[in-house]
């Protein structure tokens, strides 16, 4: 079975982005949203995966990272995807 994700909703506007859409499985979401985290350099990324009666849905929410005081950019772990159901 091919992976598959289709979006439903995408915007971009100064430096946040937000991101819903159907994917063929909870693994398929959760993989797309983590390629999306680790492409977006410099945005915060955060999303979660839903399963309601074998649809499977996420949602993706993200803004440009804060600077600190002395120019670097702040660095924190990597977002994790929320649990499904």
Do not use: W
């Amino acid at each position: 079975m091919a992976e598959h994700i289709s979006l439903q909703h995408l915007s971009v506007k100064e430096g946040r982005i937000s991101m819903d859409g159907i994917g063929m499985s909870d693994e398929v979401c959760r993989k797309f949203i983590a390629i999306l985290q680790q492409k977006l350099l410099g945005i915060e990324c955060h999303g979660t995966v839903k399963a309601d009666k074998g649809v499977y849905t996420f949602h993706m929410d993200g803004s440009k990272r804060e600077h600190n005081v002395s120019g670097q950019e702040n660095i924190s772990e990597p977002s994790v995807v929320g649990d499904a159901h």
